[in-house]
């Protein structure tokens, strides 16, 4: 259920920095089934768009006076919810992903070179990329670093070779996949027409995690997208490539850090704004996260500025130091990790919080704690499929839903909306 991020790129861009920002938090496994004991999967928390649905609770207790006002020193600053996983302070809701620290972009990699088929085995199950890019253009196409800061031109050069880099080792993925074995292979679902052939594709990438559905939408964007002449059993290398692109675009949307933007020249992240880009310092990140869990500063990530709170304990350097992160932050308008985790999720993926409940008037679980999920599913998602989604046993047996802000009674194909409170009937 959980949305699996993959940060990829070439060596030395900041992947690994992103990640252990992004991943900081500690956080208790058991809670996150896709926490393996792989070092390079790990939680990062998303703040939802909207308030938390506690916000709405509170307004209702205080309307009926069955609740006083949060106090000014409240640590929870109002919230009431009880999250089993993430956090909520002041309504701001944090909702876990998965994210994936893919190393070994090389070139070849989609052959074998490298980490190889390890590469390829962790951007299997992932919804979505971030190609970190270096937009200080500092490093070569490996990650050597070249010395001297590169020109604007030198700069959005390089940042455009690596984006080609990443597509062309996906292309050839994928088109690698679909060419062995594939005419012998598609003749044989020549009779079930472009149904037949849609599984058939599906089948031979079901390694990569593709749905159905999925493999239905690139090949439409495939079919509008230059003419096809021959039966597909007559389809080369070539148009097997074609097919692999807009395969690729469908399943793995690719998002872009512009990383280092610290320290890249002015106008290389405007250039990529034809793309879904964000500017990232992921560096001063992981300094600003590792200060305020030691207690120095007061930082949130996707905050634009922070606060010194054991001004006692710094030195003159630190002092300096966080002078100018204060700076930057402020001119760059924060670090760019938090906003691109939102657009990804959000954006990109359009994906929703709704909060299942078992008690549709107090919006509490069995046991009597508030609004302790907060459900990351795709828009419009039925409330059966949500039910599913909470326990195969609830999905199986759905009776009815009960909005828990409107009261109303909804059936299996109802669908909810960002922020949505839902109560599930079922047979037991
Ligand atoms: N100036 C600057 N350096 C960064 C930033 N993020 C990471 N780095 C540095 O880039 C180098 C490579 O980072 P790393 O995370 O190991 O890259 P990876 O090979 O892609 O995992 C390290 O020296 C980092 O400190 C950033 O936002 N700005
Ligand atoms: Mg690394």
């Known amino acids: 259920m ?49 308030p938390c649905a506690c916000l709405s609770l509170r307004e209702k207790l205080e309307g009926e006076g069955r609740l006083t006002p949060p106090a000014p020193d409240d640590p929870r600053k109002g919230s009431l919810c009880e999250p089993r996983t993430g956090t909520c302070i002041g309504h701001r809701r944090s909702v876990p992903v998965a994210l994936v620290d893919v190393a070994g972009l090389v070139p070849g990699a989609s052959e074998g070179r490298g980490r190889g088929n390890a590469f390829l085995a962790d951007l299997a199950h992932c919804d979505v990329l971030i190609q970190v890019v270096d937009a200080a253009g500092t490093t070569d196409e490996e990650g050597q670093y070249l010395g001297a800061a590169a020109t604007l031109e030198d700069a959005s050069q390089r940042v455009e070779a690596e984006i080609a880099f990443l597509e062309s080792e996906l292309d050839a993925w994928i088109g690698g ?143 300096k130091a966080l002078q100018h992160m204060q700076t930057k932050l402020a001119s760059m308008n924060g670090t760019g990790l938090a906003r691109l985790l939102d657009t990804v999720l959000f954006d990109r993926l359009n994906r929703i919080v709704v909060y299942p409940v078992s008690d549709e008037t107090h919006w ?10 907060a459900f990351v599913v795709p828009q419009s998602i039925h409330a059966k499929a949500l039910a599913s989604l909470v326990h195969t046993d609830l999905g199986a047996g759905f009776i009815r839903g009960v909005d828990g802000r409107t009261r109303r009674v909804v059936g299996a194909e109802h669908e909810l909306g960002d922020g949505d409170v839902l109560k599930i009937h079922a047979k037991t």
């Open 2 to 50: 959980h949305v699996r991020i993959g940060l990829v790129g070439k060596p030395n861009v900041g992947k690994s920095t992103f990640f252990s920002a992004a991943t900081l938090a500690q956080v208790d496994i058991a809670n996150y089934p896709f926490c393996t004991i792989d070092p390079n999967v790990g939680v990062a928390f998303v703040e939802a768009r909207l």
């Open 364 to 373: 509490v679980d069995g046991e009597g704690r508030v609004l302790p999920d």
């Open 177 to 319: 996949l679909l060419n062995e074995g594939w005419n012998r292979g598609v003749r044989r679902v020549q009779a079930e027409g472009e149904k037949g052939l849609v599984s058939f594709i599906h089948e031979r990438l079901s390694g990569l995690g593709a749905t159905p559905p999925q493999v239905a939408q690139a090949m439409a964007h495939f079919r509008e997208h230059g003419p096809v002449e021959n039966q597909p059993w007559d389809w080369g290398p070539d148009v097997l490539q074609r097919l692999g692109q807009s395969l690729r675009l469908h399943l793995f949307p690719i998002v872009y850090a512009a990383n280092k933007a610290d320290i890249s020249p002015p106008g290389v992240v405007e250039r990529l704004a034809h793309r879904t880009v964000v500017a990232c310092m992921a560096d001063m990140e992981l300094a600003l996260r590792r200060a305020n869990d030691s207690g120095l500063i007061s930082y949130r990530p996707g905050d634009v500025s922070f606060e010194v709170t054991s001004q006692a304990s710094i030195n003159d350097a630190q002092q």
